[in-house]
């Protein structure tokens, strides 16, 4: 197995947040309003919508332009900023090992790990019926959200919870643990069991 950079043992003064879609928006703005140092936003290329093909920005994109913050739509760019740490939230690609050489990421995942890695995870526990989920502030490394958890917090799914509803709560209760992980550290993760 490669050597993956370490997270940082304290705080991690200055980052470099990966994201795209709006679940990804309030994390963002949480870390900023923490004081953090977002040194760079990566986020998906702009994209043609409507009928006249006009490109529009991911919503990590215009709130990042909004709060000032650098944008790349390049993960070559990342190692430049010079980060502590990177976090990583709905990004919506796979970050290369080489990378993670030298850049040492969390990610929040919107599960309890290891239930429903990957893709889709909120969706697969409603439709899967699961009384409970919640979130995972975990260690990005090789294996897709294989990697240690810092820190969980478990949210029971309602019988009235929607699929946007129960989104919206896990990215809510993901606010307090990642900017903790992040202003104070990590700490010492716990390898993922169970399921």
């Known amino acids: 197995m490669t050597t993956l950079a370490s997270p940082p043992a304290g705080p991690a003064r200055r980052i470099v947040y990966l994201g795209t879609p ?16 977002i040194a760079l936003v990566v986020t ?17 994109k215009s709130a990042a332009q909004e709060l000032g913050l650098p944008v790349s739509h390049a993960m070559s760019d990342i190692a430049a900023a010079r980060p ?46 699961d009384t409970e989920t919640g979130i ?18 478990v949210v029971p799914v309602r019988p009235e919870h929607t699929l946007s509803t129960l989104r919206e709560e896990l990215v809510n209760v993901s606010l307090t643990p990642l900017v903790r992980a992040v202003t104070l550290g990590c700490g010492h993760g716990e390898p993922q069991s169970g399921w």
Do not use: Q
Request: proline share 6%; net charge positive.
């Open 22 to 37: 709006e679940v990804a928006v309030a994390p963002l703005r949480a870390l900023h309003a923490s004081g953090t140092e």
């Open 44 to 60: 998906r290329e702009d994209k043609r919508r409507g009928r006249g093909g006009s490109l529009s920005p991911s919503a990590v």
């Open 84 to 129: 502590e740490l990177g976090v990583v939230v709905a990004y919506g690609r796979i970050i290369p090992v080489d990378l993670l050489r030298i850049v040492p990421m969390i990610n929040v995942h919107f599960s309890l790990l290891p239930r429903w890695r990957g893709a889709a995870p909120v969706e697969r526990a409603l439709l899967a019926g």
């Open 136 to 153: 995972c502030i975990m260690r990005i490394e090789e294996g897709l959200d294989t990697g240690e958890v810092y820190e969980r917090v």
